[in-house]
């Protein structure tokens, strides 16, 4: 089962988290040969995804980087929900973590 986490960001403005993903026993997973992705959303059903960049930064430490760029925050704002999902070499896809990712409006503009 997924933890649950919310980030937050703010609009026109690049976003960068790492989650560190462990097993179990509570120790870092070894995430060598998996692959990750993320988006967000408004709610669970809208067509209209964000898509976060997402890797596996440092598979023997567990660590899943997701970032956005300022561009792709720039044309949202407010609450939307998100997971990351990581994908082993089999194929098998598991959801690490999910929340709501909120994009806190932009008042300087160019």
Known sequence: ?????NLYADQGS???ATIN?????GTAADLTGYTA????RRTYTSPTAFTFNATVAVPSEGAVRISMTDTVTDTMKGRYMY????TDSNGIVT????GQYEVAPSITRS
């Open 14 to 16: 690049s976003f960068e």
């Open 1 to 5: 089962m997924a933890i649950y986490a």
């Open 95 to 98: 959801r690490v973590i999910e």
């Open 83 to 86: 997971d990351v999902e990581i």
């Open 37 to 40: 992705a993320a988006q967000a």
């Open 21 to 25: 993903v462990t097993g179990a026993n």
